[in-house]
């Protein structure tokens, strides 16, 4: 007979307690309208809509907000297994030029994880599914879990 | 005699020029409260306070605002010339967490400017001149001017 | 009644006549003892023994073997679709240390391809199927063709 | 009267004695034809000839012995303070295509040491001083020292 109480989570129901932790105090995704569409272990997909407030002189959205995005559903993939991990390093390719009211769509993906390093992998899409944007991020584990 | 309508502006006066007009209209600077401090041909110094808006679940302030403040010290530093220039790429490494109030500041500098492609380094410092963050970002060049 | 002559090599076919061409005039490839593995549209698999004259004073194996493994992949992937394409960028994170005759074998695959500029993610694992490295490069397409 | 024996070497002194050391079991270094110019603290300048073995299909240097030279000279560079320290990631970006017989110098400078976290400006030049290369390499110090 096994004990429920130290029964191991599923790691994909493990994933989503900690995405709703982060999320409840997770004041910038709020302030940008971030909305998570899914998160499993080792991968978040969230969207954003690129509001007048994020648009730059040329008229189109200024590339850190889609590093916003990007940063932030690597930060909810790399958390997902509940160490509290921070991304140290993160290389973004610009594909595309995104306009006001776009929905953008970021996916992280873990490429690599081991030991205390990992990578992700985020590619931002338009709402044509046009990619926008790629993204290889570096992360490292601290001591310390979300829940 | 030299025919003054004919000489070339100073490069430095130039980049002042184009900075002043693409500061104009930079909603995005504005609402992040950065500040021009200095801006030379290849060169280009801002700063900016971390706001409350600014940080994240952890109580620091989210990677992406630094981030916008080096991609806006690149942008500042490679349209100096007045020849219209995008980032493409931007390789960032965080150094230091960066609390609530600091303030700081990114210097970009012109690493490489051959052809249509440039190569910045930009290093964010925080008031204490610890450095927070240093970043290589790959511009390039594109059709138009600025001024 | 179709046409033969007008008829549309089919990309899989077309992306290992791509390879052979490259691969018969490719001296850094033979003599480093790069072996390809299998070659599609937008991606490739290739693989090279670490050899003593790869090894550092450390006694692993130096970092641009593996960079040149990756990179080397990457060409062979980004050429796939028989547009001239190089490597204007690459990115690359070391995971693990390669020891004196391990097999090393790097996977590239197109995360993007829009307009003459192209991503491709190349990861390295070593015999017991570990990643040693994880790669982004970011490719541009100039004129002319391979085959 | 002080003790010579206690006397704190100088760090430029200490930079030349470790990468003498690291110089004479350095194989790879050596097959390359990689010379050391210069080394300092926090910086090494080194030289290589681009050989008939570097040469890739298209005739021209293949890009993994330029990074092999500008990782050589980070490695030579972020070892100078005498503490074991190996690089975790690196960012190459690609501005020349580099020709047969070609004498590259590779000069890599700190841009940031804090904690275990170094980060390295690499720049490469051709016998005509025009940047073939840059890179930014992130750097983490491991228990160990080198002389």
Redesign the interface.
């Known amino acids: 007979m096994t004990d429920p109480s130290s029964t191991q989570p599923d790691p994909d129901r493990l994933a989503e307690q900690v995405a709703e932790a ?1 999320f409840s ?4 995704s709020h ?1 940008l309208g971030i909305k998570m569409a899914e998160v499993r272990a080792g991968y978040a997909r969230l969207s954003m809509t690129v509001t ?6 040329h008229g189109i959205c ?4 889609s ?2 995005l990007a ?2 559903a690597c930060a909810y993939a790399c958390n997902s297994h509940n160490e509290n991990t ?11 030029p995104v306009a006001l009211g776009e929905i953008l769509t970021a996916e992280a993906e873990e ?2 994880n ?1 030991g205390r ?1 990992s ?1 992700y ?1 985020i ?1 931002i899409r338009n709402g044509k599914d ?2 926008v944007a ?1 993204a ?1 991020a ?1 992360c490292r584990q601290v001591p310390g879990r979300i829940v």
Chains 1, 2, 3, 4 share one sequence.
């Open positions: 982060m105090n997770d004041r910038v302030r007048d407030d994020m648009i730059n002189g200024h590339g850190s907000y590093f916003a940063d932030t921070l991304s140290q390093a993160v290389n973004i390719v610009f594909l595309a490429s690599a081991q390093t990578v992998q590619k046009l990619l790629v290889q570096q």
